[in-house]
């Protein structure tokens, strides 16, 4: 039962994992089309910062992802070691 909760943890880590990177393109994409060219009142300077933005939202989504990966790693090397 816990093996089956563990796969779907991991698969579902992956999941996010992948949305962080599609959201750092995205924000990327969106920084790079502002400072190329902005649209109405929009200033240049915004594109730098869509890109911290972004780049920050997918360092915090990557990093819990990884640090949930890491906890069930330790957890299966702990259950290993008990039994």
Known sequence: MIEKNFGFIKISSR???IAAWTFLLLGVTSGIAT???PSGNTPR???V???L???FGFLLIYFITSIGDLLL???QF???ERF
């Open 73 to 75: 790693e330790i957890w």
């Open 15 to 17: 999941l996010i994992k």
């Open 35 to 37: 400072l190329v060219a």
């Open 53 to 55: 933005i972004y780049g």
């Open 45 to 47: 300077w915004m594109g």
């Open 49 to 51: 910062y869509f890109i």
């Open 78 to 80: 702990l259950k290993k």
